[in-house]
């Protein structure tokens, strides 16, 4: 991961006016470096250690924050915990039905579904969403054992 993001992800928070807290940074740092699409608690949990005194609100706070400013998507799923994506480029997920894992997947014809939407419907399309649900390969593994 490169400290360039972080550097333009501060950027960008100085510019809309954010305060840099030691503690917003570690939680943007940690979103930058994860690929699991992580939980507001499981953030919170990996850096609990680092921040003894900081609370789950914290954490949600500052996602808030980041959300506004157009640093994170949040990926809310059915009824489970929102999941947070420092990836905000247009992109699909593929989703685990055992054990919830998200993978990030481009399809170069993302724009080409809304097109199509917008022509035999006649809507103005703002945007879509869409998953795709499997196993992935360790649960896949385990299922085979």
């Known amino acids: 991961m490169s400290e ?4 333009e992800a501060m950027e960008t928070l100085k510019g809309s006016g954010v305060r840099i807290t030691p503690q917003r940074h570690a939680i943007l740092e940690y979103l930058l470096q994860s690929m699991s699409h992580p ?57 685990c039905e055992e054990c ?19 022509h035999v419907t006649g809507f103005d399309v703002s945007h879509h969403r869409m998953e795709v649900y499997g196993t992935c390969p360790e649960c896949r593994d385990i299922k085979r054992h």
């Not at 360039?4 to 550097?7: P, V």
């Not at 919830?100 to 917008?118: M, Q, T």
């Open 39 to 95: 939980t507001a608690d499981d953030i919170y949990k990996a850096l609990e250690g680092k921040f003894p005194n900081m609370s789950v609100a914290t954490v949600y706070n500052n996602l808030r924050v980041f959300k506004d400013v157009g640093l994170v998507r949040e990926l809310t799923y059915g009824d489970s915990s929102s999941r947070f994506d420092c990836n905000i480029s247009d992109h699909y997920h593929v989703i």
């Open 4 to 7: 360039l993001r972080i550097q």
């Open 100 to 118: 919830g894992k998200i993978v990030d997947f481009h399809y170069p014809g993302f724009y080409e579904v809304e097109k199509l939407a917008e």
